[in-house]
């Protein structure tokens, strides 16, 4: 009988011992397989995890050096009014599947908040539900309070977009890959390139990375 107790204590306690670690468990957060947490780091810093392609650290400093140098252009800095500027999306011509749009989206997030009125920025992407919500202004479904004339969408006076291209070589000993970075300002009434600026990278490894 006192074996039997012994055993039942013991299966109780197992059990109470087990539910508290997945309780502890559930609440310690989300680790990865080797056990290291996870590690929140400044997008312009490099971390352990890395390959031979566009990384955040490549996207901070290149998107800061294109914004400083748009602001430095005279058709930006000494316009007499601030000129629309609309986006055109940038060509990837690297190996890499990288998100084209956010070099322009942060770009232009630096020249709003940098350039103070200097530079102002047309939603051309969002054109469909812009044109939808003037038909209906017309129509009488909606009423203006900004803008009871309903006028014509604004035209842009630069367009600015950008291009990325690579070139890789591989040997057995590892994988290398260059990748120029150039972005352009353009004129939209003479196609005139008013500004260009690039910058470029070079980077080698013994392993490559898997881009998602």
Same mark, same amino acid.
């Given at each position: ?5 012994? @055993? #039942?204590?013991?299966t109780v306690l197992s059990g109470a011992v087990a539910g508290l670690a997945l309780v502890s468990g559930c609440a310690s957060g989300v680790k990865n397989p080797s056990g290291t947490p996870v590690t929140e780091m400044r997008p312009d810093e490099k %971390?352990?995890?890395?390959?031979? +392609? ?12 294109? !914004?400083?140098? &748009?602001?430095?252009?005279?058709? &930006? $800095?000494?316009?007499?009014? !601030? *000129? ?9 011509? /690297?190996?890499? *599947?990288?998100?084209? /749009?956010?070099? #322009?989206?942060?770009?232009? +997030?630096?020249? @709003? ?9 047309? $939603?051309?992407?969002?054109? =469909? ?13 909606? =009423?203006? /309070?900004?803008? *009871? ?11 600015? /977009? ?8 591989? !040997?057995?000993? %590892?994988?290398?890959?260059? &990748? ?5 300002? @353009? ?5 005139? @390139?008013?500004?260009?600026? $690039?910058?470029? &990278?070079?980077?080698?490894?013994? !392993? ?5």
């Amino acid at each position: 009988m006192m074996n039997t107790k012994l @055993i #039942l204590q013991s299966t109780v306690l197992s059990g109470a011992v087990a539910g508290l670690a997945l309780v502890s468990g559930c609440a310690s957060g989300v680790k990865n397989p080797s056990g290291t947490p996870v590690t929140e780091m400044r997008p312009d810093e490099k %971390g352990f995890v890395v390959g031979t +392609g566009v990384e955040s650290t490549d996207l901070v400093r290149v998107t800061d050096k294109m !914004a400083r140098g &748009i602001l430095g252009c005279a058709q &930006i $800095a000494n316009a007499p009014a !601030a *000129p629309w500027i609309v986006l055109d999306p940038v060509m990837n011509e /690297t190996r890499f *599947p990288v998100n084209k /749009t956010l070099f #322009l989206d942060r770009i232009r +997030g630096q020249l @709003i908040s940098k350039a103070q009125g200097k530079a102002r920025f047309l $939603a051309r992407e969002r054109m =469909t539900v812009l044109e939808q919500e003037r038909q209906m202004k017309r129509s009488g479904q909606l =009423t203006s /309070t900004s803008d *009871p004339a309903v006028q014509e969408f604004k035209g842009a006076d630069f367009f600015l /977009t950008g291009k990325l291209s690579g070139m890789s070589s591989s !040997a057995a000993g %590892g994988i290398s890959d260059y &990748i120029l970075y150039s972005f352009q300002l @353009i004129d939209a009434r003479t196609s005139e @390139i008013v500004w260009e600026g $690039a910058d470029e &990278i070079k980077k080698q490894g013994v !392993a490559d990375a898997v881009y998602r």
